[in-house]
């Protein structure tokens, strides 16, 4: 019997996916499994001396030393820990692919059709004006800098309470940096 022709039916759980495979009048000597972190194999001595393996590469990982099986009459019942709480779109990795492949299916003729679609879109729809243009700025400024440069800001902004920014972090590390008040502004504490 074909692995591909075995009924088989799954459900999860956020920490396990639970496989039941129709494998009938077994007993749990007559069937080996072997889990793997993305993958398991079932190899079942039928009641016909025959020998039917099943196996499947899975959608994401499991902790193999977690994973149980049982047996009783009807089938085979795998229950697989998950490496992560996280949900399966399909049991198998083959499905993951398919559904990649659904959602982005570009020829290399579409490629120059698509960068012309999204030139035209962002024309079509500006970026982010004023504070937010500035927070995205900054926002990128901070992610593509050296872990000095991200210590300087981190630094300067914290202990000026938002009024100062410096990259320069052989200027910020050797001392406190104050607050700079802008023109015209008067600094309260709270609660006075």
């Known amino acids: 019997m074909s692995s ?22 077994l007993t749990k000597d007559d069937v080996m499994v072997e889990f793997k972190d993305r993958s398991f194999a079932v190899t079942a001595n039928m009641p016909d001396n025959s020998v039917v393996t099943f196996s499947r590469q899975l959608y994401s990982d499991i902790e193999p030393e977690k ?20 949900k399966w779109e399909s049991l198998e990795e083959q499905e993951k692919e398919e559904q990649k492949h659904n959602k982005i299916q570009k020829s290399p003729d579409d490629w120059e059709k698509l960068s012309r679609d999204v030139e035209a879109q962002e024309k079509e729809e500006p970026g982010p004006q004023g504070e937010q243009a500035m927070q995205k700025l900054l926002q990128q400024v901070f992610k593509d800098a050296d872990e000095d440069t991200q210590r300087a800001m981190m630094k300067s902004y914290l202990e000026s309470n938002g009024t100062v920014l410096s990259t320069n972090w052989k200027e910020v590390g050797e001392k406190k940096v ?11 504490k709270y609660g006075n």
């Open 67 to 86: 994973c149980t099986f049982r047996v009783p009459s009807m089938k085979v019942e795998l229950k697989m820990a998950k490496k992560t709480r996280c």
């Open 178 to 188: 104050d607050m700079q008040k802008p023109e015209g502004v008067e600094f309260r």
């Open 4 to 25: 591909s022709n075995i009924k088989h039916n799954w459900y999860q759980t956020d920490d396990e996916v639970v496989l039941s495979i129709a494998l009938k009048k």
